[in-house]
T-cell receptor, first 116, second 113 residues
Framework: GAVVSQHPSWVICKSGTSVKIECRSL??????MFWYRQFPKQSLMLMAT?????????EQGVEKDKFLINHASLTLSTLTVTSAHPEDSSFYIC????????????FGPGTRLTVT | GDSVTQMEGPVTLSEEAFLTINCTYT??????LFWYVQYPGEGLQLLLK?????DKGSNKGFEATYRKETTSFHLEKGSVQVSDSAVYFC????????????FGKGITLSVRP
């Protein structure tokens, strides 16, 4: 149980285009989902926290107009990287926290974004 | 702000060797502490946790004790296996910050047969 999927697992896009990444909780309902960014050989950096039905809360330094997050249902959150640039190339990971729990997060396998 | 510091890696061990991965933290409140593991090609998985001082988390032969006096949560295993090869992340969750997770940089463990 407690499986989180991400789609796509790998995407290449051209500079200036937008790309959407989906995060789904497959066998549980997630009140809260988190989006992280991971640079090579570095830690996960929290980008934003999204709660179902409300606006996402972004961490300091993360551009909310560039990284659009939508948490439309208890099982789906999306991250859209708008007007992508090569510096946005990274590994994006989502996690989900089950309804009624306070701390445990279940992580997706990640999405590798390459902007050319 | 909150932070987690892990020892530098990578670490390479022979099978059945003893493992210690150091982790220290800085937090303003009373955090919960975690070790996550990321196997090749997979997402992070919770390995073990401890929610208060002197608690010991354990799972799959791994152990870590929440030491408030030294602000540490070192991961240990008495006899590693090849299947333990993965990236290990120490993390804390501050209940005063919506339980957001703060991660260390992670350390890659490779176990040789």
């Amino acid at each position: 149980g407690a499986v989180v999927s991400q789609h796509p697992s790998w995407v290449i896009c051209k500079s200036g285009t937008s790309v959407k990444i989906e995060c789904r909780s497959l066998d549980f309902q997630a009140t809260t989902m988190f989006w992280y960014r991971q640079f090579p050989k570095q830690s996960l950096m929290l980008m934003a926290t999204s709660n179902e039905g409300s606006k996402a809360t972004y961490e300091q330094g993360v551009e909310k107009d560039k990284f659009l997050i939508n948490h439309a249902s208890l099982t789906l959150s999306t991250l859209t990287v708008t007007s992508a640039h090569p510096e946005d190339s990274s590994f994006y990971i989502c996690s989900a926290r089950e309804v009624g729990t306070s701390y445990e997060q279940y992580f997706g396998p990640g999405t590798r974004l390459t902007v050319t | 702000g909150d932070s987690v510091t892990q020892m530098e890696g990578p670490v390479t061990l022979s099978e059945e060797a003893f493992l210690t991965i150091n982790c220290t933290y800085t937090a303003t409140g009373y955090p919960s502490l975690f070790w996550y593991v990321q196997y090749p090609g997979e997402g992070l998985q919770l390995l073990l946790k401890a929610t208060k001082a002197d608690d010991k988390g354990s799972n799959k032969g791994f152990e870590a004790t929440y030491r408030k006096e030294t602000t540490s949560f070192h991961l240990e295993k008495g006899s590693v296996q090849v299947s333990d090869s993965a990236v290990y992340f120490c993390a804390l969750s501050d209940p005063g910050a919506n339980s957001k997770l703060t991660f260390g940089k992670g350390i890659t463990l490779s176990v040789r047969p």
